[in-house]
């Protein structure tokens, strides 16, 4: 259903580096840049990230309440780019761990160096099942 997510930002070239070792983890590349924006995603249609500066010219900021959720293809992903996220100065929202909320749901939360709150997520496929009959 999403095609991509894009989030100003104050400094592109800050956020692209931040973005760039982030998404290295994930195993995941540019796929489109210009002079004020820049996408990651895979090449097979699937949801992509994207910064950028504002074409209004005007200062980012940042949405209370809104969140950019990341799916990490195991736990272990998810504590590998939530400790690079920190690692690269992002902020810790929430350490990566099981949450009570959902049987089966891994994850860590962060704000980036904008202040954008992200999660990286693992959902155990056959506890969502189960906690959803």
């Known amino acids: 259903m999403i095609g991509y ?3 100003g930002t104050n400094d592109l070239e800050k956020s692209a580096q ?4 982030l998404f290295k983890v994930m195993g995941i590349g540019r796929f489109m840049e210009f002079d004020s924006y820049i996408a990651w995603g895979k090449q ?12 209004d010219g005007k200062h980012p900021t ?6 950019i959720a990341l799916s990490a293809v195991s736990t272990e ?3 590998k780019v ?19 909320e959902m ?14 709150k992200l999660n990286i997520h693992h959902i155990s496929m056959d506890d969502l099942k189960e906690a959803t009959k």
């Open 44 to 55: 097979d249609g699937s949801a992509g990230f994207s910064i950028t500066k504002p074409f």
């Open 77 to 79: 992903q998810v504590d």
């Open 18 to 21: 931040f973005y760039d070792e």
């Open 103 to 116: 049987k089966g749901f891994y994850a860590g939360y962060f704000r980036d160096l904008d202040g954008n």
């Open 5 to 7: 997510i894009t989030l």
């Open 82 to 100: 939530y400790a690079k996220a920190l690692e690269l100065g992002g902020s810790d929202e929430g350490a990566a761990g099981y949450r009570d």
């Open 62 to 67: 940042i949405g209370n309440g809104v969140m």
